[in-house]
Protein backbone atom coordinates (compact mmCIF):
# COMPACT_ATOMS: atom_id res chain seq x y z
CA UNK A 1 0.00 0.00 0.00
CA UNK A 2 1.11 3.54 -0.99
CA UNK A 3 2.21 5.50 2.29
CA UNK A 4 0.04 8.23 2.83
CA UNK A 5 0.99 11.78 4.44
CA UNK A 6 0.57 11.88 8.22
CA UNK A 7 -2.05 14.82 8.86
CA UNK A 8 -0.86 17.16 11.17
CA UNK A 9 -3.96 16.85 14.48
CA UNK A 10 -5.15 20.17 15.43
CA UNK A 11 -6.25 19.88 18.86
CA UNK A 12 -9.52 21.47 20.27
CA UNK A 13 -7.54 24.51 22.25
CA UNK A 14 -5.50 24.66 18.64
CA UNK A 15 -8.58 25.63 16.81
CA UNK A 16 -10.68 27.85 18.86
CA UNK A 17 -7.30 29.41 20.37
CA UNK A 18 -8.28 33.72 20.11
CA UNK A 19 -5.40 34.39 17.18
CA UNK A 20 -6.36 36.21 14.38
CA UNK A 21 -5.72 33.88 11.47
CA UNK A 22 -5.00 30.43 12.12
CA UNK A 23 -4.35 29.54 8.47
CA UNK A 24 -3.33 32.06 5.32
CA UNK A 25 -5.62 29.68 3.20
CA UNK A 26 -7.70 27.22 3.54
CA UNK A 27 -8.93 24.40 0.42
CA UNK A 28 -11.98 22.70 0.57
CA UNK A 29 -11.28 19.40 -1.40
CA UNK A 30 -8.59 16.88 -0.75
CA UNK A 31 -8.73 15.78 -4.39
CA UNK A 32 -6.44 16.09 -7.12
CA UNK A 33 -6.88 19.84 -7.61
CA UNK A 34 -7.01 20.67 -4.62
CA UNK A 35 -4.09 18.55 -3.95
CA UNK A 36 -2.11 20.15 -6.29
CA UNK A 37 -2.33 23.80 -5.63
CA UNK A 38 -1.67 22.85 -1.91
CA UNK A 39 1.43 21.09 -3.43
CA UNK A 40 2.06 24.24 -5.52
CA UNK A 41 2.22 26.69 -2.19
CA UNK A 42 3.82 24.02 0.16
CA UNK A 43 7.33 26.12 -0.14
CA UNK A 44 5.34 30.13 -0.23
CA UNK A 45 5.57 30.78 3.09
CA UNK A 46 1.74 30.78 3.72
CA UNK A 47 0.50 28.41 6.07
CA UNK A 48 -2.52 25.91 4.60
CA UNK A 49 -5.34 23.62 6.02
CA UNK A 50 -6.65 21.09 3.33
CA UNK A 51 -10.30 19.98 4.77
CA UNK A 52 -11.28 16.77 2.43
CA UNK A 53 -14.56 15.20 3.58
CA UNK A 54 -13.54 11.71 2.60
CA UNK A 55 -11.93 9.30 3.89
CA UNK A 56 -8.58 8.75 2.39
CA UNK A 57 -9.02 4.54 1.77
CA UNK A 58 -11.68 5.99 -0.06
CA UNK A 59 -10.84 8.22 -2.21
CA UNK A 60 -7.80 6.53 -3.63
CA UNK A 61 -9.56 4.03 -4.42
CA UNK A 62 -12.18 5.70 -7.07
CA UNK A 63 -11.02 3.83 -10.75
CA UNK A 64 -11.09 6.72 -12.72
CA UNK A 65 -8.35 7.21 -15.12
CA UNK A 66 -7.67 10.62 -16.90
CA UNK A 67 -5.71 12.11 -19.96
CA UNK A 68 -2.90 14.67 -18.77
CA UNK A 69 -1.69 16.83 -21.24
CA UNK A 70 1.70 18.00 -21.66
CA UNK A 71 1.58 21.46 -19.76
CA UNK A 72 -0.35 19.39 -17.07
CA UNK A 73 3.05 17.11 -17.11
CA UNK A 74 5.13 20.22 -16.89
CA UNK A 75 2.99 21.78 -13.67
CA UNK A 76 3.50 18.14 -11.89
CA UNK A 77 7.03 18.26 -12.36
CA UNK A 78 8.05 21.79 -10.76
CA UNK A 79 5.97 21.15 -8.02
CA UNK A 80 8.30 17.92 -7.67
CA UNK A 81 5.86 14.88 -8.14
CA UNK A 82 6.06 13.88 -11.48
CA UNK A 83 9.15 11.27 -10.71
CA UNK A 84 6.96 8.88 -8.72
CA UNK A 85 3.72 9.58 -11.49
CA UNK A 86 5.58 8.89 -14.48
CA UNK A 87 7.09 5.11 -14.15
CA UNK A 88 2.87 4.69 -13.36
CA UNK A 89 1.27 6.07 -16.16
CA UNK A 90 1.41 5.96 -20.02
CA UNK A 91 2.81 8.12 -22.62
CA UNK A 92 0.65 8.76 -25.83
CA UNK A 93 2.75 8.18 -28.81
CA UNK A 94 0.39 8.57 -31.17
CA UNK A 95 -3.60 9.85 -31.19
CA UNK A 96 -6.08 8.57 -33.54
CA UNK A 97 -8.85 10.81 -34.10
CA UNK A 98 -11.48 8.96 -36.77
CA UNK A 99 -15.27 9.93 -37.63
CA UNK A 100 -17.59 6.07 -37.17
CA UNK A 101 -16.64 3.90 -39.95
CA UNK A 102 -14.83 6.77 -42.22
CA UNK A 103 -11.92 5.60 -43.63
CA UNK A 104 -9.91 8.59 -42.94
CA UNK A 105 -7.98 8.37 -40.28
CA UNK A 106 -6.01 11.52 -38.58
CA UNK A 107 -2.90 10.87 -36.39
CA UNK A 108 -1.37 13.35 -34.41
CA UNK A 109 2.10 12.40 -33.35
CA UNK A 110 4.82 13.81 -31.31
CA UNK A 111 7.09 14.97 -34.01
CA UNK A 112 4.96 17.61 -35.07
CA UNK A 113 5.07 19.13 -31.81
CA UNK A 114 8.44 18.69 -31.30
CA UNK A 115 8.02 16.98 -28.05
CA UNK A 116 8.60 13.38 -26.78
CA UNK A 117 5.16 12.52 -26.26
CA UNK A 118 1.54 14.04 -26.51
CA UNK A 119 -0.36 13.41 -23.57
CA UNK A 120 -0.57 10.59 -20.77
CA UNK A 121 -3.08 8.54 -19.23
CA UNK A 122 -2.99 8.11 -15.45
CA UNK A 123 -5.33 6.66 -12.96
CA UNK A 124 -6.86 8.52 -10.20
CA UNK A 125 -4.86 6.61 -7.44
CA UNK A 126 -1.48 7.58 -9.07
CA UNK A 127 -2.04 11.21 -8.88
CA UNK A 128 -3.79 11.08 -5.69
CA UNK A 129 -1.25 9.25 -3.71
CA UNK A 130 1.87 11.29 -5.31
CA UNK A 131 0.55 14.35 -4.58
CA UNK A 132 -0.66 13.20 -0.85
CA UNK A 133 3.06 11.68 -0.78
CA UNK A 134 4.49 15.20 -1.36
CA UNK A 135 3.00 16.90 1.23
CA UNK A 136 3.75 13.97 3.84
CA UNK A 137 6.64 16.31 5.27
CA UNK A 138 5.40 19.73 4.67
CA UNK A 139 5.21 21.70 7.62
CA UNK A 140 3.39 24.58 6.10
CA UNK A 141 0.31 21.91 5.35
CA UNK A 142 -2.05 20.44 7.91
CA UNK A 143 -4.11 17.61 6.19
CA UNK A 144 -7.92 17.46 8.20
CA UNK A 145 -9.30 13.94 6.71
CA UNK A 146 -12.22 13.14 7.23
CA UNK A 147 -13.91 17.08 8.21
CA UNK A 148 -16.60 18.82 6.60
CA UNK A 149 -17.07 22.29 6.37
CA UNK A 150 -20.62 22.96 7.70
CA UNK A 151 -20.40 26.87 7.50
CA UNK A 152 -18.38 29.63 6.07
CA UNK A 153 -18.73 33.33 7.71
CA UNK A 154 -17.21 35.54 5.11
CA UNK A 155 -15.43 38.89 7.04
CA UNK A 156 -13.98 41.88 6.20
CA UNK A 157 -10.30 40.48 7.08
CA UNK A 158 -10.75 37.11 6.96
CA UNK A 159 -13.35 33.45 7.12
CA UNK A 160 -14.21 32.05 9.95
CA UNK A 161 -15.02 28.65 9.14
CA UNK A 162 -17.18 25.69 11.03
CA UNK A 163 -16.08 22.44 10.81
CA UNK A 164 -17.54 19.17 11.36
CA UNK A 165 -14.35 16.64 12.26
CA UNK A 166 -13.48 13.75 14.33
CA UNK A 167 -12.85 14.44 17.85
CA UNK A 168 -8.97 15.07 19.37
CA UNK A 169 -6.55 12.28 18.03
CA UNK A 170 -9.54 10.78 15.74
CA UNK A 171 -8.09 13.07 12.63
CA UNK A 172 -5.48 10.95 10.60
CA UNK A 173 -4.88 10.91 6.83
CA UNK A 174 -3.63 7.34 7.13
CA UNK A 175 -6.43 4.60 7.06
CA UNK A 176 -5.74 0.96 7.61
CA UNK A 177 -9.48 0.72 6.36
CA UNK A 178 -12.38 2.32 4.91
CA UNK A 179 -13.78 4.96 7.08
CA UNK A 180 -16.69 7.47 7.46
CA UNK A 181 -17.74 10.05 9.28
CA UNK A 182 -20.67 7.77 11.20
CA UNK A 183 -17.87 5.08 12.33
CA UNK A 184 -16.50 8.54 14.11
CA UNK A 185 -17.24 10.28 17.26
CA UNK A 186 -17.39 13.58 16.09
CA UNK A 187 -17.37 17.45 17.06
CA UNK A 188 -17.52 21.08 16.04
CA UNK A 189 -14.73 23.62 15.19
CA UNK A 190 -13.72 26.73 14.32
CA UNK A 191 -11.21 28.21 12.47
CA UNK A 192 -9.75 31.70 10.76
CA UNK A 193 -8.22 31.59 7.76
CA UNK A 194 -7.52 34.96 5.55
CA UNK A 195 -8.78 33.07 2.05
CA UNK A 196 -11.19 29.60 1.22
CA UNK A 197 -10.26 28.09 -1.71
CA UNK A 198 -13.26 25.74 -2.90
CA UNK A 199 -11.83 22.57 -4.95
CA UNK A 200 -14.66 20.74 -4.07
CA UNK A 201 -16.44 19.34 -7.29
CA UNK A 202 -19.23 20.58 -9.48
CA UNK A 203 -21.46 20.26 -6.85
CA UNK A 204 -19.48 22.63 -4.29
CA UNK A 205 -21.47 22.97 -1.58
CA UNK A 206 -18.72 26.11 -1.34
CA UNK A 207 -19.90 27.73 -4.38
CA UNK A 208 -24.05 27.16 -3.76
CA UNK A 209 -23.31 28.43 0.04
CA UNK A 210 -21.35 31.56 -1.43
CA UNK A 211 -24.72 32.60 -3.92
CA UNK A 212 -22.32 31.94 -6.92
CA UNK A 213 -24.43 31.75 -9.57
CA UNK A 214 -23.80 29.16 -13.01
CA UNK A 215 -24.74 28.86 -16.55
CA UNK A 216 -24.24 25.90 -18.73
CA UNK A 217 -26.63 22.74 -19.20
CA UNK A 218 -26.69 19.13 -18.59
CA UNK A 219 -25.89 17.26 -22.03
CA UNK A 220 -28.43 14.15 -23.26
CA UNK A 221 -25.65 11.78 -22.80
CA UNK A 222 -24.10 9.88 -20.01
CA UNK A 223 -20.48 8.20 -19.72
CA UNK A 224 -19.98 4.34 -19.36
CA UNK A 225 -16.18 3.81 -18.26
CA UNK A 226 -14.82 0.56 -17.99
CA UNK A 227 -11.48 -0.98 -18.30
CA UNK A 228 -10.38 -3.77 -20.76
CA UNK A 229 -7.01 -5.63 -21.44
CA UNK A 230 -7.15 -6.17 -25.25
CA UNK A 231 -5.71 -9.46 -27.22
CA UNK A 232 -3.49 -6.93 -28.95
CA UNK A 233 -0.95 -4.27 -28.09
CA UNK A 234 -1.98 -0.86 -27.69
CA UNK A 235 1.06 0.87 -28.61
CA UNK A 236 0.42 3.88 -26.47
CA UNK A 237 -2.22 4.60 -29.06
CA UNK A 238 -4.90 7.18 -27.66
CA UNK A 239 -8.02 6.57 -29.69
CA UNK A 240 -10.88 9.21 -29.48
CA UNK A 241 -13.49 7.80 -32.08
CA UNK A 242 -16.86 9.71 -32.81
CA UNK A 243 -20.31 8.14 -33.86
CA UNK A 244 -23.11 9.39 -34.11
CA UNK A 245 -24.68 8.81 -30.06
CA UNK A 246 -21.23 10.05 -29.13
CA UNK A 247 -17.81 9.87 -29.11
CA UNK A 248 -15.55 6.96 -27.50
CA UNK A 249 -12.13 7.71 -26.10
CA UNK A 250 -9.89 4.74 -25.28
CA UNK A 251 -6.83 5.45 -23.58
CA UNK A 252 -3.60 2.98 -23.05
CA UNK A 253 -2.88 2.30 -19.27
CA UNK A 254 0.50 0.03 -18.12
CA UNK A 255 0.03 -3.52 -18.25
CA UNK A 256 -1.09 -3.45 -21.94
CA UNK A 257 -4.97 -2.24 -20.17
CA UNK A 258 -6.73 0.27 -21.77
CA UNK A 259 -10.13 2.33 -20.39
CA UNK A 260 -12.66 3.33 -22.20
CA UNK A 261 -14.60 6.26 -21.91
CA UNK A 262 -18.25 5.33 -24.10
CA UNK A 263 -20.87 8.66 -24.18
CA UNK A 264 -24.13 8.02 -25.71
CA UNK A 265 -27.46 9.26 -25.04
CA UNK A 266 -28.77 8.62 -21.30
CA UNK A 267 -30.93 5.99 -22.17
CA UNK A 268 -28.79 3.88 -24.09
CA UNK A 269 -26.18 4.38 -22.15
CA UNK A 270 -27.82 2.87 -19.40
CA UNK A 271 -28.70 -0.34 -21.75
CA UNK A 272 -24.73 -0.59 -22.40
CA UNK A 273 -24.02 -0.72 -18.55
CA UNK A 274 -27.32 -3.31 -17.90
CA UNK A 275 -25.63 -5.92 -20.63
CA UNK A 276 -23.85 -8.89 -19.70
CA UNK A 277 -20.11 -8.65 -20.06
CA UNK A 278 -19.70 -11.04 -23.53
CA UNK A 279 -22.77 -8.72 -25.34
CA UNK A 280 -20.93 -5.77 -24.20
CA UNK A 281 -17.96 -6.42 -24.93
CA UNK A 282 -19.09 -7.77 -28.78
CA UNK A 283 -20.71 -4.17 -28.66
CA UNK A 284 -17.19 -2.98 -27.94
CA UNK A 285 -15.44 -4.64 -30.06
CA UNK A 286 -16.93 -3.26 -32.76
CA UNK A 287 -17.34 0.15 -31.82
CA UNK A 288 -13.33 0.43 -31.30
CA UNK A 289 -13.30 -1.48 -35.06
CA UNK A 290 -11.65 -4.57 -33.79
CA UNK A 291 -8.11 -2.47 -33.94
CA UNK A 292 -7.35 -4.24 -30.32
CA UNK A 293 -8.26 -7.24 -31.24
CA UNK A 294 -10.41 -9.52 -28.28
CA UNK A 295 -11.44 -7.99 -25.70
CA UNK A 296 -11.48 -8.73 -21.77
CA UNK A 297 -13.48 -6.43 -19.24
CA UNK A 298 -11.12 -5.49 -15.77
CA UNK A 299 -13.54 -5.01 -13.02
CA UNK A 300 -17.10 -3.05 -12.91
CA UNK A 301 -17.92 -0.74 -15.27
CA UNK A 302 -19.53 2.51 -14.27
CA UNK A 303 -21.80 5.38 -15.37
CA UNK A 304 -21.68 9.28 -15.18
CA UNK A 305 -23.30 12.11 -16.71
CA UNK A 306 -22.13 15.11 -18.26
CA UNK A 307 -22.43 18.55 -18.19
CA UNK A 308 -21.44 22.13 -19.12
CA UNK A 309 -21.41 24.61 -16.91
CA UNK A 310 -19.16 28.10 -16.13
CA UNK A 311 -19.61 29.86 -12.89
CA UNK A 312 -20.42 33.36 -13.19
CA UNK A 313 -17.54 34.36 -11.29
CA UNK A 314 -14.46 32.43 -10.27
CA UNK A 315 -13.96 34.65 -7.17
CA UNK A 316 -15.45 37.35 -4.48
CA UNK A 317 -14.69 38.54 -1.32
CA UNK A 318 -11.72 35.94 0.60
CA UNK A 319 -12.82 32.98 -1.72
CA UNK A 320 -11.75 31.46 -4.90
CA UNK A 321 -13.20 28.53 -6.91
CA UNK A 322 -10.64 26.04 -8.78
CA UNK A 323 -11.09 23.03 -11.20
CA UNK A 324 -15.02 21.06 -11.39
CA UNK A 325 -16.35 23.82 -8.48
CA UNK A 326 -15.82 26.29 -11.21
CA UNK A 327 -16.45 24.70 -14.42
CA UNK A 328 -17.03 21.60 -16.27
CA UNK A 329 -16.90 20.29 -19.75
CA UNK A 330 -17.78 17.27 -22.16
CA UNK A 331 -14.71 14.58 -21.70
CA UNK A 332 -14.32 14.78 -25.28
CA UNK A 333 -10.86 15.38 -25.99
CA UNK A 334 -9.96 14.97 -22.35
CA UNK A 335 -9.58 18.44 -20.66
CA UNK A 336 -11.73 18.49 -17.63
CA UNK A 337 -8.89 17.67 -15.48
CA UNK A 338 -6.19 19.81 -17.17
CA UNK A 339 -7.93 22.69 -17.16
CA UNK A 340 -8.43 22.30 -12.87
CA UNK A 341 -4.55 21.68 -12.59
CA UNK A 342 -4.05 25.06 -14.48
CA UNK A 343 -6.52 26.19 -12.45
CA UNK A 344 -4.49 25.40 -9.25
CA UNK A 345 -1.02 26.53 -11.00
CA UNK A 346 -2.51 30.03 -11.92
CA UNK A 347 -3.93 30.77 -8.76
CA UNK A 348 -0.54 29.24 -6.51
CA UNK A 349 1.71 31.68 -9.26
CA UNK A 350 -0.74 34.91 -8.14
CA UNK A 351 -1.16 34.00 -4.22
CA UNK A 352 2.85 33.44 -3.92
CA UNK A 353 3.40 37.02 -5.76
CA UNK A 354 0.89 38.84 -3.58
CA UNK A 355 2.34 37.00 -0.55
CA UNK A 356 5.81 38.16 -1.48
CA UNK A 357 5.41 41.39 -1.81
CA UNK A 358 3.19 42.04 1.53
CA UNK A 359 -0.46 41.93 -0.29
CA UNK A 360 -3.53 40.74 0.87
CA UNK A 361 -4.07 37.21 -0.65
CA UNK A 362 -7.78 37.51 0.28
CA UNK A 363 -8.46 40.99 -1.47
CA UNK A 364 -10.91 40.76 -4.33
CA UNK A 365 -8.65 42.97 -6.21
CA UNK A 366 -5.81 40.28 -5.82
CA UNK A 367 -8.26 37.02 -6.40
CA UNK A 368 -10.02 38.94 -9.93
CA UNK A 369 -6.22 38.48 -11.47
CA UNK A 370 -6.60 34.99 -11.30
CA UNK A 371 -10.03 35.02 -12.43
CA UNK A 372 -9.12 37.40 -15.59
CA UNK A 373 -6.39 34.79 -16.64
CA UNK A 374 -8.15 31.50 -16.05
CA UNK A 375 -12.17 32.13 -17.02
CA UNK A 376 -11.30 33.14 -20.35
CA UNK A 377 -8.78 30.66 -21.66
CA UNK A 378 -11.33 27.85 -19.98
CA UNK A 379 -14.50 28.98 -21.67
CA UNK A 380 -12.38 28.78 -24.82
CA UNK A 381 -11.94 25.14 -24.14
CA UNK A 382 -15.20 24.71 -22.90
CA UNK A 383 -16.62 25.88 -26.10
CA UNK A 384 -14.33 23.95 -28.41
CA UNK A 385 -15.31 20.65 -26.49
CA UNK A 386 -19.31 21.34 -26.77
CA UNK A 387 -18.66 22.28 -30.41
CA UNK A 388 -17.02 18.81 -31.04
CA UNK A 389 -19.47 16.90 -29.13
CA UNK A 390 -22.69 18.80 -31.11
CA UNK A 391 -20.72 18.32 -34.69
CA UNK A 392 -19.74 14.87 -34.60
CA UNK A 393 -22.86 13.81 -32.54
CA UNK A 394 -25.45 13.38 -35.43
CA UNK A 395 -26.11 11.85 -38.61
CA UNK A 396 -27.29 15.10 -40.23
CA UNK A 397 -25.86 14.83 -43.87
CA UNK A 398 -24.63 18.93 -43.92
CA UNK A 399 -22.89 18.45 -40.31
CA UNK A 400 -21.48 15.32 -41.51
CA UNK A 401 -20.55 16.91 -44.64
CA UNK A 402 -18.83 19.59 -42.90
CA UNK A 403 -16.83 17.81 -40.21
CA UNK A 404 -15.75 15.27 -42.84
CA UNK A 405 -14.27 18.12 -44.45
CA UNK A 406 -12.78 19.51 -40.95
CA UNK A 407 -10.73 16.23 -40.66
CA UNK A 408 -9.41 16.57 -44.57
CA UNK A 409 -8.21 19.86 -43.14
CA UNK A 410 -6.43 18.45 -40.18
CA UNK A 411 -4.92 15.82 -42.55
CA UNK A 412 -3.71 18.30 -45.26
CA UNK A 413 -3.20 22.29 -43.53
CA UNK A 414 -0.65 21.60 -41.43
CA UNK A 415 -1.09 25.37 -39.75
CA UNK A 416 -5.01 24.17 -38.62
CA UNK A 417 -3.51 20.75 -36.99
CA UNK A 418 -0.81 22.32 -35.21
CA UNK A 419 -3.54 24.47 -33.51
CA UNK A 420 -5.66 21.78 -32.80
CA UNK A 421 -3.06 20.03 -31.11
CA UNK A 422 -1.48 22.97 -29.46
CA UNK A 423 -5.29 23.03 -27.98
CA UNK A 424 -5.33 19.55 -26.78
CA UNK A 425 -2.09 19.38 -25.25
CA UNK A 426 -2.22 22.94 -23.49
CA UNK A 427 0.16 24.18 -25.24
CA UNK A 428 -1.72 27.38 -26.12
CA UNK A 429 -2.84 30.30 -24.16
CA UNK A 430 -0.78 31.79 -20.97
CA UNK A 431 1.26 29.22 -19.34
CA UNK A 432 1.87 29.25 -15.54
CA UNK A 433 5.31 29.65 -14.09
CA UNK A 434 5.03 26.39 -12.88
CA UNK A 435 5.02 25.25 -16.90
CA UNK A 436 7.52 26.97 -18.46
CA UNK A 437 11.01 25.43 -17.99
Given amino acids: MTSQPQAQTVSMSQAIAPQAFDYDLAIVGGGIIGLT ?231 EAKALLELNEKQFLEKLEYHTGGLLGQLELIGSRYLFPVQLMQSDRYAQHRLALIGDAAHCCHPVAGQGMNLGIRDAAALAQILTAAHQQGEDIGDIQILKRYERWRKTENLTILGMTDFLDRMFSNNFLPIVAIRRFGLWMLRYIYPVKIYVLQLMTGLRGRPPKLASH
Avoid at 203 to 210: E, F, G, P
Fill in 37 to 267: LACALKDSGLSIVLIEAQAESVAVAKGRAYVISLLSGRIFSEIGVWDEILPQISTFGKISLSDADYEKVVYFEPQELGTNGLGYAAEHRVLLSALQNQLKNSQNVTFLCPAQVIGADYQADGVEIELRLPQIGQVSSLASSPITNDQLPMTNSRIRTRLLVGADGARSRIRQAAGIQTKGWPYWQSCVVATIKPEKSHNNVAYERFWPSGPMGVLPLPGNRCQVVWTAPHA
